[in-house]
């Protein structure tokens, strides 16, 4: 089946400094990339969505200048966490969709990111 | 209000018991519908779709209520394996993107 590889699993980074989390599909092309956030106890939130050779589309209330996400190729899309605050500590995970599939169901295994 | 809300639990109980968690929704646009396990962290995992005329997976029974906006799952002779968090999962008409509940902790215990 269709396999989603996220690097790093896990992160802990200084404040102010950027975090880049690749997310590479393996055996198909992701057309589009879901990008979502978890932070304790609350449901997975859409952060942004991707598409590949275009701007992302982000969600109400998601800074676009701190999340930057490149979707330069139909294998990888990446999510950076600028200038990083100890605010930003969640867990991140991507999913991805094929061109005319549906729900974007493959999941990567997810970033847990820590600001110290 | 939530678009998509569940009973966070935990829900604690004994091997072989059966479960069932509920969760509703706000809009009515809503298209397709999952469950879908997480599991300490992890990715979520589908679990199962669900179907207005309900659906079953071995232990586990999904039902959707479009006229109530509610969806059910039945988890039958728990196993310790089924601790874990699950998600209720709803789409929208024009937005690909998933839309996840906040989930519902199951602790099985021996």
């Known amino acids: 089946g269709a396999v989603v590889s996220q690097h790093p699993s896990r992160v802990i980074c200084k404040s102010g400094t950027s975090v880049k989390i690749e997310c590479r599909s393996l055996?198909?092309?992701?057309?589009?990339m879901f990008w979502y956030r978890q932070f304790p106890k609350q449901s997975l939130m859409l952060m942004a969505t991707?598409?590949?050779?275009?701007?992302?589309?982000?969600e109400q209330g998601v800074e676009k200048d701190k999340f930057l996400i490149n979707h330069a190729s139909l294998t990888l899309s990446t999510l950076t966490v600028t200038s990083a605050h100890p605010e930003d500590s969640s867990f991140y995970i991507c999913?991805?969709?094929?061109?005319?599939?549906?729900?974007?169901?493959?999941f990567g295994s997810g970033t847990r990111l820590t600001v110290v | 209000r939530k678009e998509v809300e569940q009973d966070p639990g935990p829900f604690n109980v004994p091997e072989g018991a059966t479960v069932a968690f509920n969760c509703t929704y706000s809009?009515?646009?809503?298209?397709?519908f999952f469950w879908y396990r997480q599991d300490c962290r992890k990715e979520p995992k589908l679990l199962m779709s669900?179907?207005?005329s309900g659906n079953e997976d071995g232990r586990f029974t999904a039902q959707l209520n479009r006229a109530s906006q509610y969806i059910s799952l039945l988890i039958r002779d728990s196993k310790l394996s089924d601790s874990a968090t699950y998600l209720c999962?709803?789409?929208?008409?024009?937005?690909?993107?998933?839309?996840f509940g906040s989930g519902t902790r199951l602790q099985v215990q021996p």
């Open positions: 809009n009515s646009a809503s298209q397709s």
């Open positions: 055996d198909f092309q992701a057309t589009t």
């Open positions: 669900v179907y207005s």
């Open positions: 999962v709803v789409t929208y008409t024009g937005r690909r993107a998933l839309t």
């Open positions: 991707s598409n590949e050779g275009s701007k992302a589309t982000y």
């Open positions: 999913s991805a969709g094929i061109q005319g599939g549906s729900y974007g169901y493959t």
